[in-house]
């Protein structure tokens, strides 16, 4: 089967960004975590920071 890593920073309504990563198996249930942050250029760094693990 497949995989897929997916990573995204989001706005939230207090001026904060959140980083949501997504993993799973194509076809299956997935798994989600959330990480708060202060601000979006600090999420923006962990997002480059985990993808570069992952790579």
């Keep these: 089967m497949s995989r897929f890593y997916r ?3 989001q706005r ?5 960004a959140s980083l ?3 993993t799973g198996r194509i076809g ?3 798994q989600v ?7 979006e250029g600090r999420a923006v760094t ?3 920071t985990l993808a570069a693990e992952k790579r």
Aim: net charge negative; no cysteine; charged share 20%.
């Design 20 to 22: 949501i990563r997504e």
């Design 33 to 39: 975590w959330t990480a708060l942050n202060p601000d």
């Design 46 to 48: 962990a997002l480059m």
């Design 28 to 30: 299956s249930a997935d």
């Design 7 to 9: 990573m995204i920073v």
């Design 12 to 16: 939230d309504l207090f001026g904060g």
